[in-house]
C-alpha cells in the first residue's frame, strides 16, 4: 500500500515516456536481471571477449528503462541473487 501511494505521487517527470518509472515484484525483476546477465556473458563468449563482468552493462540497460524503480515486495532466497544484489559498483 505505501509502495503504491509513493508510485502514484511520482513527479510528471517520471511517467513511463519520459524518464521512466516501473513498479514490478521483486522475483520478476531478478528474473529479468538474471536473463539479461546471462544474455551479456553470452554475447561476450560469441565474440571472444573471454570471462567479462556483465553486471555493469546490466545495469547501464536498466538505468536507460528509467530513474525510479519500486518493488512491491522485496524477497532475496538464492544465494546467485543475494550476490547480484550486494555488489557495491553497480
Do not use: N, W
Amino acid at each position: 500500500m505505501l509502495m503504491d501511494l509513493f508510485h502514484s505521487t511520482l513527479p510528471p517527470q517520471f511517467d513511463s515516456d519520459k524518464f521512466g518509472s516501473k513498479r514490478i515484484h521483486f522475483h520478476s525483476f531478478m528474473l529479468d536481471v538474471l536473463q539479461r546477465q546471462h544474455d551479456v556473458k553470452a554475447r561476450y563468449s560469441a565474440l571472444g571477449s573471454g570471462e567479462k563482468d556483465a553486471m555493469a552493462e546490466v545495469a547501464r540497460s536498466l538505468a536507460a528503462e528509467g530513474r525510479v524503480l519500486c518493488f512491491d515486495e522485496f524477497q532475496v532466497c538464492p544465494l546467485r541473487q543475494v550476490g547480484a544484489k550486494d555488489r557495491s559498483r553497480i
